[in-house]
């Protein structure tokens, strides 16, 4: 029976060497794991062997070890899978003064699209909504009362009727709330603007998507699924993804969720702050008072709500470096989007 097992063993490993793909792994699986497998064949032959405490053992360890050694060779088939194809996808190359005569869509309707896909496979509509909004709807709807210091962060760009330049898709929650009351599950993408100095990760102008989710029951494990959900559609694999606490008043509790810079990989570059994160999605539970505001019965429901940067997410998708190229107008550069 030692024999035996030995055999197998030193057979199994020369197999595993030679198993070039997934079917050639399953195929091994089969042959020594499956039901008329040789593990099997081995625990039957335990009938006829004297010392079966021994041999039962011998059995099982070489069950382990397979079962380990053709799961560790699938993740790492799976890994060089992933990696073959990001080393094979195209970057962005912002010195590439392409010729072309064709139009392209801009890299961040391209991200805005993928993004609203994911959610519309989630059972979310998707909103529309005004640039220009009044105070009541930028703040105050969302518990930012006058002179709240909260408004320090979003300084904008006032017209003389006292308007103003939404600077969050936020703006839109009270509307929507009072338009479809809940449930609720809505995406509103959009143009924001702030007046603030402009750096490689900083612009007065980009592009946020808000998502609220409101229901019976919804705590923050939906949110974090729903967000984990959509970044590995998006990137096509597990992001690193890291929440802290964040203050908005318009949520309670609040979070800053940040992704692992895809730029610098993590060390640290002028494109996170040196930091290594990227703050990407600013979310928390829907406060009570926002709720009420737009007309929801707080005993009844709650809900989440997030402000997922879109130009920073098509910043890390496609490797742009610095978010000024994205309103610079170069359509020679923008164009290799085109075949993206
Ligand atoms: N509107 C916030 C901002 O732009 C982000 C946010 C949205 C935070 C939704 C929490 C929930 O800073």
Redesign the pocket.
């Known amino acids: 029976m030692k024999t035996r097992i030995e055999e197998l063993r030193a057979r199994f490993n020369e197999a595993l060497g030679a198993a070039a793909d997934s079917a050639a792994l399953e195929n091994l699986r089969v042959e020594y794991l499956g039901k008329k497998g040789h593990v099997a064949a081995l625990m039957q032959g335990l009938r006829d062997v004297s010392d079966k405490r021994e041999a039962g053992q011998l059995i099982n360890s070489l069950k382990t070890e397979v079962e380990t050694a053709i799961a560790e060779a699938g993740e790492a088939l799976r890994a060089a899978a992933v990696a073959a194809r990001i080393r094979s996808a195209k970057k962005y190359n912002p010195t590439l003064r392409g010729a072309e005569e064709l139009g392209s869509y801009h890299p961040i309707t391209l991200a805005t699209r993928e993004v609203e896909e994911v959610f519309i496979s989630m059972g979310f509509t998707i909103e529309n909504y005004d640039e220009i909004v009044d105070d009541y709807k930028c703040f105050e709807a969302l518990n930012i009362p006058k002179h709240h210091p909260a408004r320090d962060?979003?300084d904008t760009y006032y017209l003389d009727n006292g308007q103003l330049l939404k600077?969050?898709?936020?703006a839109a929650q009270n509307h929507i709330m009072k338009k479809y009351g809940a449930p609720l599950r809505a995406i509103f993408p959009g143009r924001?603007f702030r007046n603030e100095s402009t750096d490689a990760c900083h612009e007065n102008t980009f592009f946020?998507m808000?998502g609220m989710m409101i229901d019976e029951n919804i705590s923050i494990s939906n949110l974090i699924y729903f967000m984990k959900t959509m970044l590995s559609e998006v990137f096509k694999r597990d992001v690193k993804v890291r929440l802290r606490p964040?203050f908005?008043p318009?949520?309670e509790p609040?979070?800053e969720l940040d992704i692992n810079c895809e730029i610098c990989g993590g060390a640290g570059c002028p494109s996170c702050k040196n930091s290594g994160w990227l703050e990407l999605c600013?979310?928390?539970m829907?406060h009570p008072n926002v709720l009420s505001e737009g007309g929801i019965d707080t005993e009844k429901y709650s809900g989440f709500?997030?402000?997922l940067g879109l130009t920073r997410l098509a910043m890390m998708k496609y490797g742009v470096k610095d978010i000024r190229d994205f309103n610079s107008g170069s359509l020679k550069a923008l164009s290799q989007f085109k075949s993206i």
Do not use: L
């Not at 600077?167 to 936020?170: D, E, K, L």
């Open positions: 962060m979003q600077t969050h898709t936020s924001c946020q808000e964040g908005f318009f949520v609040g979070f600013p979310c928390g829907i709500a997030f402000g």
